[in-house]
């Protein structure tokens, strides 16, 4: 990481624009597990009437009606996030599809944290947010 690179999410009116612009997104890391972060949130975009697809290299069953991948770079066209639920350490080569894809935005869930990454995302022209959950931004700014 260069040593110029300092990383802060979007201010919460480019945060606002992009999840009110957002149509399909791809949950990384969704679990069949209705416990878990992952399903629960793709579960509330599938009700909010978005185009959900689920990436997880183990899961061979659809999950929440949607069809799951088992990479990114196996989910057909662009998707505008990228909402990412893997360890940090996992981020890398997620973040490296989604911009040999040419998707729009990756999202990194709370406590999945890699500048690195992040860095490279935002070099590419993508819009980057890390260690926020995209659930919790939805209720703080779209219901007001």
């Known amino acids: ?6 990383f802060a999410n979007p201010d919460d009116k480019q945060v606002k624009t992009l999840l009110t612009n ?4 791809a949950v990384v890391g969704i679990s069949a597990k209705e416990d878990r972060a992952s399903h629960g949130i793709a579960r509330f975009l599938v009700g ?3 185009d959900v697809v689920g990436v997880n290299p183990v899961l061979k069953e659809p999950v929440l009606g949607m069809k799951i991948y088992p990479s990114l770079k196996d989910v ?3 998707v505008d996030v ?5 360890r940090s ?9 989604a911009i040999e894809r040419g998707d729009s935005c990756v999202w990194l ?5 890699n500048p690195e990454a992040a860095q490279k995302a935002t070099q590419a022209g993508l819009d980057v947010l890390m ?4 659930y919790k931004e939805w209720l703080r700014l779209m219901n007001g």
């Open 1 to 6: 990481m260069s040593p110029d690179f300092s």
């Open 22 to 25: 957002m149509k399909r997104i």
């Open 48 to 50: 909010q009437g978005f």
């Open 76 to 78: 057909p066209d662009q």
């Open 82 to 86: 990228v909402n990412i639920f893997r």
């Open 89 to 97: 350490d996992q981020v890398g080569p997620i973040v490296d599809a």
């Open 109 to 113: 869930q709370e406590q999945v944290i």
């Open 131 to 134: 260690d926020v959950c995209l």
